[in-house]
T-cell receptor, first 121, second 116 residues
Framework: GAGVSQSPRYKVAKRGQDVALRCDPI?????LFWYQQALGQGPEFLTY????????KSGLPSDRFFAERPEGSVSTLKIQRTQQEDSAVYLC???????????????????FGEGSRLTVL | AQTVTQSQPEMSVQEAETVTLSCTYD???????LFWYKQPPSRQMILVIR??????QNATENRFSVNFQKAAKSFSLKISDSQLGDAAMYFC?????????????FGTGTRLKVLA
């Protein structure tokens, strides 16, 4: 697609419900990131995929958070048994390349989706 | 661990004037990228400008330029001839270029208001 697409844009969940947030990155982008952005704060890293491999999940706040990218394109972030502190905007971003500066077209630029705003009541 | 600090929660500038947003970072790496991203209200984050640490020349993109001071670990953004459309949250970000985790580390942001 032309840009990174996220759905749903808005999600209201009752505490204890499970939610799934979808990210469709730019076609051909190898790297995919999930970030959590609380109101008035900067994005906080959650997890990183290189194709289908989850190379870094150090930012996932608890074992209630799970992310996957089974075919190396679309990714899903799942939050089980949601809590009020999970309320935030979840941002997905993709990037064409992976490593350093080896590829001449690697600008290091991240392309972001519009985010999924989760409100847990 | 790398950190990015933006000490100005909010800044205001008159239309057509110049404003500078501050950013400092901490890293033990010698090679990395630095970025400024813009996040308009309820819209997606977009790249404003990027700087590669091994390049001494400061990056410029039209009305946007940076002052990169590697020894001081400072990376400020200057916006010249400010326009109403520049009003947004601005985030400074860091990413290492060497192998390992490629996560981008963001600051807490500076809200820029442009006054007509």
């Amino acid at each position: 697609g032309a840009g990174v697409s996220q759905s749903p844009r808005y999600k209201v969940a009752k505490r204890g419900q499970d939610v799934a947030l979808r990210c469709d990155p730019i076609s051909g982008h190898v790297s995919l990131f999930w970030y959590q952005q609380a109101l008035g704060q900067g994005p906080e890293f959650l997890t990183y995929f290189q194709n289908e491999a989850q190379l870094d999940k150090s930012g996932l706040p608890s074992d209630r958070f799970f992310a996957e990218r089974p075919e190396g394109s679309v990714s899903t972030l799942k939050i089980q048994r949601t809590q009020q502190e999970d309320s935030a905007v979840y941002l997905c971003a993709s990037s064409r390349h992976t490593s350093g500066r080896a590829h001449p077209a690697n600008t290091g630029e991240l392309f972001f989706g519009e985010g999924s705003r989760l409100t847990v009541l | 661990a790398q950190t990015v600090t933006q000490s100005q929660p909010e800044m205001s500038v008159q239309e057509a004037e110049t404003v500078t947003l501050s950013c400092t970072y901490d890293t033990s790496e010698s090679d990395y990228y630095l970025f400024w991203y813009k996040q308009p209200p309820s819209r997606q984050m977009i790249l404003v400008i990027r700087q590669e640490a091994y390049k001494q020349q400061n990056a410029t993109e039209n009305r946007f330029s940076v002052n990169f001071q590697k020894a001081a670990k400072s990376f400020s953004l200057k916006i010249s001839d400010s326009q109403l459309g520049d009003a947004a949250m601005y985030f400074c970000a860091y990413r290492r270029t060497t192998s390992g985790t490629y996560k981008y580390i963001f600051g807490t942001g500076t809200r820029l208001k442009v006054l007509a």
